[in-house]
Structures are given as structure tokens and as C-alpha cells.
């Protein structure tokens, strides 16, 4: 409930006070892992994404759309198999943004991942919790929640630990997500493209 300053203690004096945040990241992921292979929601995804590539390419010819179609299926399970990994790798790359745009705040890139890990861990807390509602047919009320939960708690977050106004923070937070966010679709979409390679 104060993110901010327990995380200022943990990285200052009271390390072994704390659950580790990388252990917290690995069972929080591991817990929405399961939730998500036990319900539909990776097959739904896989067919989702399957839908929007078959209404991209419907001018196209029978055997193009074939191969179009293989190449999408294996995107999919690539993002079902390598799912952890995947989120893991937007950590270091939003971190970076946030030591940039508080480089004055004497915090060194690796407590900037600390900082980034444990909001990734309350996020897939938050997804643990959320999911349920996915059994019941809410799936937009939930994307709704979520979003709403894992923008504000950052916001909140990033507010309490660097002591800023809730218009700085804000600010702040809409850009070094926005930056982060690129290159992170750019680096995984290269990365998914050498692994179809």
C-alpha cells in the first residue's frame, strides 16, 4: 500500500525485511502461467489473433494466406511458450527510461529494476486476481480493471518514490511508457522475426 516508501527502505537498509522483489517476479508469474494455461484465455488469444490476420490478408491468394496463416500460429505459441520471458523483458527497457528522467533522484539503473520488478509482480498480482472474471464471460469489464489498476498504481508508485507532483509524475510516467513500449515492440518484434527465421 506504500510502494514508494517501502521500496526507498528496502534499497536503503532493510533488504532482508522484504520478500526479494526477483523471487516475487518469478511467483507472480508463475501463478498468472498457470491461471492462464488452466482457463482459454491463451486459446483465445491464439484465436483472436488468427481472426485479425485472416481479415488482413483476405485479398490475398489461397496458398499466400496458407503460409500467412503458419507464420501467425507460430507467432502465437511463441508468445505462449516464451510468455515470462517476454514480460521479463520490459523491465530492464522501462527501468532505463525511468533512471533517464530521474537521474537526479541518486538512484543507479539497478534500483530502478528493483523499482521496475516489484511494479511488474503487483501487476501480475493484479492479473492473478483479475482473471476469474475471464470464467464469466467479463473479459472487456476485467481489460477495463486491469488497465485502469496497472496505470494508476504506476503513477501512484513512481509519485511516492521519486516525490513528485501527481502532474509530473503523470507526465513522466505517459512518457517513458510510451518510449519504452516502442522499442520494446520493435526489439520483440525483431526478436519474433529471427526465431520465425
Same mark, same amino acid.
Given at each position: ?8 527502505? /528496502? ?30 484465455? %491463451? ?10 490476420? !485472416?481479415?488482413?490478408?483476405?485479398? !490475398? ?19 505462449? !511458450? ?101 522499442? /520494446? ?9 529471427? %526465431?520465425? %527465421?
Amino acid at each position: 500500500t506504500r510502494p514508494g516508501k517501502s521500496t526507498k527502505h /528496502y534499497l536503503s537498509d532493510g533488504r532482508l525485511k522484504y520478500f526479494s522483489p526477483f523471487r516475487l517476479l518469478i511467483l507472480s508469474t508463475a501463478l498468472l502461467l498457470i491461471l492462464i494455461q488452466s482457463s482459454d484465455m %491463451a486459446s483465445n488469444f491464439e484465436e483472436g489473433f488468427m481472426m485479425s490476420v !485472416e481479415e488482413n490478408n483476405q485479398g !490475398e491468394a489461397e496458398a499466400k494466406k496458407f503460409e500467412t496463416q503458419k507464420v501467425a500460429h507460430r507467432i502465437a505459441l511463441i508468445f505462449q !511458450e516464451y510468455f515470462n520471458i517476454l514480460l521479463w523483458l520490459y523491465i530492464p527497457i522501462i527501468s532505463l527510461f525511468t533512471f533517464l528522467f530521474n537521474r537526479k533522484k541518486n538512484l543507479n539503473y539497478a534500483e530502478h529494476v528493483v523499482f521496475n520488478t516489484y511494479y511488474t509482480s503487483v501487476i501480475n498480482l493484479f492479473s492473478v486476481i483479475l482473471v476469474p472474471g475471464y470464467f464469466f464471460g467479463y473479459e472487456s469489464i476485467m481489460m477495463y480493471i486491469y488497465l485502469t489498476l496497472s496505470i494508476g498504481y504506476f503513477i501512484w508508485y513512481y509519485r511516492e518514490l521519486f516525490e513528485k507532483s501527481w502532474g509530473r509524475a503523470l507526465l513522466d510516467t505517459i512518457l517513458a511508457s510510451l518510449i519504452a513500449f516502442t522499442i /520494446y515492440s520493435l526489439g520483440t518484434g525483431f526478436l519474433i522475426g529471427a %526465431a520465425l %527465421a
